[in-house]
């Protein structure tokens, strides 16, 4: 059998790379990445909405320094913070106080007899967050739980993918009260295709719509 010439030889290499990228192309088209995110309201609106009109939200991780509480989530519920504060009003009728201004307020109100290296108890905690939201005019505080990195792995997909979750709990206390105005929780499922999803969009997903929900509620 007579050898391949030189020609034919390229030929057949360009179309087996060809085909390797058509069917990258296809597998990109038919197993995209996807975000779904589900919403479990855990607490429903209590009293009047239109008692909160300014809010304010602080990083975790800077609450647990100044209160050394420990942060479940290790920090990393501070992007979402920062990503809600970029999606909250700066003003008109439900604005959000600047998250450095709520800082400064905070390093203010820390208890006299506050020793570094120790921890409040839930009740300094919650009137040392209500102080500083008070400092600043805010009627209520915006509070994030939970670690964000879910525990549950949700398996496999039939090409080697991984299914994973991110959470992530937001609640209003107001100043007046002290008392819980709202609660929510956002839960993303992320099912790996051939790309992989950025942080960044699964922070998205759960950011926007509990953004959202919150200003329809107090609007």
Known sequence: MASQTPTKRLTTSFAWVLSLVL???????WLPTTLDTELTTSSPLRGSAGDVRTLAIALPSTIEILTGVSDPSRGKLDPVALEIAERMPKSGQLALVQISEFHAALSRSKPPDFRVGSSMTETQWKDFLLKGARAVNADGV??????????LNRGQTPFG??????????????????????????????RQGISFASEENVRTAAVAPLVRNLLDTLR
Do not use: K
Not at 23 to 29: L, M, Q, T, V
Not at 142 to 151: I, K, R, Y
């Open 23 to 29: 069917c990258a192309c296809n597998f990109g088209i």
């Open 142 to 151: 915006v509070l994030l739980h939970g670690s964000w990195d879910s525990p």
């Open 161 to 190: 993918r991984g299914e994973y979750r991110r959470q992530v709990g937001m609640s209003v206390i107001t100043t007046r009260t002290g008392e819980t105005l709202w609660s929510q929780q956002a839960t993303v499922n992320v």
